[in-house]
Structures are given as C-alpha cells and as structure tokens.
C-alpha cells in the first residue's frame, strides 16, 4: 500500500484535501478523530488523562472537558508532554490497526497535524503538506473561527513553523485561493502521482521513464529531496545498512543535470543487498532487472569486482537510482570520489557540464537516455578517472571506513543530504536493461 502522510498548519486547509482524497478512494486515517475517540468515557486513555491532571477535567456527565484540559496544558510545556505522552501511543496504535487492515494496493492517508513536529515523515513513501501565507491563515481564524489575532497568533506559534513544514514535505498545496482550487489540485495530485505510485508498489515495478537527456539547472532543492528519502530508506531497512549517501550530479552544488536523485546505498556484499531487496521494494524502491556491475575503469580492470544491484523509484513524481554496492569495492569507491573530486575541482566540473551538454544534443530526440549515457562512457574512462585520481594523489582524499559496531550516521553532511554525499557511478536514468552495467551521471 501506498502510505501518505498529510499534515498542514491550523486553518491551512488539511481537513478539506482529507476530505477529498477520501472521497477519491483513499483509506483516512484521521489523528484528531482517533484522538477523541481513545479518551471517550470509559476507556484506558481517558482514566489516564484523570489520573494525571485530576478529575476537574470531566463535565458532569463523565466526559472529557477539552476547553479545560487545554487551558491547563496550553503554554506549559511539562504539562503538554505530559498530556501527549498519553494521547499519541494510543493514536499511533489505532492508526496501525487501520492501516493493517486497508487493502493491498490502497492509498492510506494519515491526516496528523503534528506530523512535522514528532517527526514522522521518515514513515511515509509521501509527506504532503498543505500550505497557506501566515497572513490567510490569521484571516480564516478571525473570520470563521472567532479567534482574536493574538489568540489566532498564539496557535500557530504552538506549531512546527511553515518553514519547517515546507521542508519536510515532498509535496505542497498551495491554498491561498478558493475551495474549488484546492479541490482541483487535490484531483490532479491523485490522477498524476498517488493513483499510479500506488499500483506501481503493488506490482513492485519502478515508474516509466520515457524522457531523453533533458538537462536541467541546478536545483538546490536537490540535497533537501536526497535527505528525506535518505531517511526513509534508513526507516525501512534498519539492519544491513552501512550508509545512504547522495550521489550523482544532483549531488554536486551549481551543476546543471537530468532531474533524477542518485543515492548509494552501501552494504557489507551483495548477498546483504539481495537480502534488503523486498524492504526496499516496499518502501518504493523496486529492483531494477538486469543491472548486476558496472563498467570497470582503467585502474581496477576486473569486472569481477564491479558488482552492483540497482533499484528505481516507483514513484512517477521523483526519478530516483538507487544503487547498492560493497564498501570498499571500486564502484563504490568511484562514486564517492567522483562526488568529491567535482565539488572541489571548477575546472572538471565546467568540462563535465560541456560533455553533458555536448551527448544531450546528439540525443535530443531519444526517447531513454540508454545512448546519451553510453556516449558519455568514454569521458569517464580516459578524462575524468585518471584526472580524478590525480587529485586523489594531491589532496591525500580517503573514503569513508565503517565500523563493524555501527552504522554511518547520515544525519547532517554538508549538502544537506547525507554523511558521505557522493556524485558518480550511476546508471542511465532511462532505460536501464538498454544501458546495461553503465556508470552515467545525471
């Protein structure tokens, strides 16, 4: 199934999308609902939300007073935790039973306004955020909602801020404008990406890739879109993983490149990357067939030692290569230089922009870009490896050793992404059983 994490702050406009992917098909699993319903009378929760803020939170007919209650925890931190401390297990326990429950090949959309703030998205293929200016949002309070300005302030400082929503999220709603709006955005949301993601994890297949080599510029929300699946990747294959690290062009600031996310996932040997395989499938990374090495290079020529697995993207709304190799062997060796050799060097970055450019005109017209990258071959055998190895020998770059006892911790690099962010052997983001054990960049 297809797991989608919906958040937004207050007055956004996160109920109405709910609603409507509801309507569309998706399976709702509603936090605010479940939270009213594991503190109806009679129930664990609610007896021990007594026991914690005493009985002076019932009405007189044995249910919980939420005025009161949040008069009491609101702009008091201990007591809030306190209340949250009992209020989000049994929430989480109940969205688990929903989400078990739901069909194979469903939409679950988990409506959580504190997504971004307990930090959440790690578990969703998806984190989609609804998405309204400060300003809007105070108007809606004091309008349909009574609120004063300072109280409709108050609420929303109470919350993640929207810039840190806006950088968890891999889709945004814009809804500044009118219901009807909203309402078409949602649609086209669900036609274009949720509907055909969803049936792409249900048959485990990677999404279609019918675009030539269409460069783009530089983005630098690139590094941010690397972190989250980083992090998502890590949620869904707690063991076996040594490190994630962006890699590729999109990996190299100001470096104009296909629009498609490499990552390098690293493991001990290739039976650990076969034994991932179907974590990674379920996550939304499918294997994709028929890629097992990469091209050797002139200074390790043993294709024996090149071996790789290669998964894609199910996801039609993000390219992503995601390529599993042994650390410490060549590939992933080359991939990690490669990366770091480009950000350091002006000069091999300007000649490598050129080659792009240069292979992309001869295959302006291709529908995969299986021919842009096996033109590109040639530049990384006799220009980039030995140039690239040159500065090895000059600057003393080493790659990263990872301990028997821990795992990379990929939390914080200097491109936002990961520990070891790298830029290199990564196979065609096209056609990948045309392109064979290909090392193109993006």
């Given at each position: 199934m297809?797991k989608?994490?919906l958040?937004?702050g207050i007055a ?7 609603s409507r992917?509801r309507?569309l ?10 939270a009213r319903?594991?503190v ?5 929760g ?8 005493g ?8 249910r919980?007073?939420?005025?009161r209650?949040g008069?009491?925890v ?7 935790a306190?209340?949250n ?6 929430v989480?326990e109940?969205?688990a039973a929903i ?5 194979a ?6 409506d ?8 959440q ?7 989609v955020?609804?998405?309204a ?6 108007q809606r309070?004091?309008?349909?909602r009574?609120m004063?300005?300072e109280?409709a ?6 919350q993640?801020?929207?810039?840190n929503?806006?950088?968890a999220?891999?889709v945004?709603l814009e809804n500044?404008g009118?219901?009807e ?9 669900w036609?274009e990406r949720l509907?055909?993601f969803a049936?792409?994890?249900k048959?485990?297949?990677?999404a279609?890739?019918t675009e030539?080599?269409?460069l783009s510029?530089a983005?630098?929300?690139w590094?941010a879109?690397?972190g989250?699946l980083i992090?998502?990747?890590h ?5 076996d993983v ?14 104009d490149?296909k629009?498609v996310?490499?990552l ?10 076969d034994r991932i ?11 994709w067939?028929?890629i097992?090495a990469?091209?050797?290079?002139p ?5 024996a ?5 290669l998964h894609?993207?199910a996801?039609?709304?993000r ?7 042994a650390?410490?062997s060549?590939?992933w060796?080359?991939?990690l ?8 060097d002006?000069?091999?970055r ?6 792009k450019k ?8 291709d529908?995969s870009?299986?021919?842009y990258a096996?033109d590109?071959?040639g530049?990384f ?11 090895v ?7 990263p ?15 936002g992404?990961?520990?070891t ?13 045309a392109?064979g054990p290909g090392?193109?960049?993006?």
């Amino acid at each position: 199934m297809l797991k989608i994490g919906l958040t937004g702050g207050i007055a956004s406009g996160k109920s109405m999308v709910a609603s409507r992917l509801r309507e569309l098909g998706a399976v709702l699993v509603d936090a605010d609902a479940l939270a009213r319903e594991v503190v109806e009378p009679g129930t664990p929760g609610l007896a021990r939300v007594v026991e914690a803020f005493g009985a002076a939170i019932l009405t007189s007919d044995g249910r919980l007073d939420r005025a009161r209650l949040g008069a009491m925890v609101f702009g008091d931190p201990e007591r809030l935790a306190v209340l949250n401390g009992i209020i989000h297990p049994l929430v989480r326990e109940g969205a688990a039973a929903i989400v078990a429950a739901a069909p194979a090949g469903a939409v679950v959309v988990q409506d959580i306004p504190l997504l971004v703030e307990t930090g959440q998205g790690k578990n969703f293929h998806l984190v989609v955020v609804v998405d309204a200016p400060d300003g809007v949002r105070i108007q809606r309070m004091t309008e349909h909602r009574n609120m004063s300005v300072e109280k409709a302030h108050a609420r929303m400082s109470a919350q993640a801020s929207r810039e840190n929503r806006l950088a968890a999220a891999d889709v945004v709603l814009e809804n500044a404008g009118t219901p009807e709006q909203l309402r078409r955005a949602v649609d086209a949301l669900w036609e274009e990406r949720l509907t055909p993601f969803a049936l792409n994890l249900k048959e485990q297949r990677i999404a279609p890739r019918t675009e030539g080599p269409v460069l783009s510029t530089a983005d630098p929300a690139w590094a941010a879109q690397a972190g989250r699946l980083i992090a998502r990747l890590h949620a869904a294959v707690p063991q076996d993983v040594l490190a994630v690290d962006h890699i590729g062009s999109t990996a190299v600031p100001d470096l104009d490149a296909k629009d498609v996310i490499d990552l390098q996932l690293s493991v001990r040997d290739l039976d650990a990357a076969d034994r991932i395989a179907p974590l990674l499938a379920d996550a939304g990374f499918p294997r994709w067939p028929g890629i097992i090495a990469d091209n050797p290079k002139p200074t390790h020529p043993d294709p024996a030692d090149w071996g790789k697995r290669l998964h894609g993207n199910a996801d039609p709304g993000r390219p992503v290569n995601l390529h599993l190799r042994a650390a410490g062997s060549p590939g992933w060796r080359y991939a990690l230089c490669f990366r770091d050799w480009l950000r350091a060097d002006p000069e091999a970055r300007a000649d490598y922009v050129a080659e792009k450019k240069r292979v992309a005109g001869l295959h302006e017209t291709d529908k995969s870009t299986a021919g842009y990258a096996a033109d590109k071959e040639g530049w990384f055998t006799d220009y980039a490896a030995p140039r690239m190895e040159a500065w090895v020998r000059r600057t003393g770059w080493q790659a990263p050793s990872y301990s028997d006892a821990e795992r990379a911790d990929d939390g914080g690099a200097d491109d936002g992404a990961s520990g070891t962010v790298s830029g290199a052997a990564a196979p065609a983001s096209g056609s990948a059983s045309a392109v064979g054990p290909g090392t193109a960049q993006s």
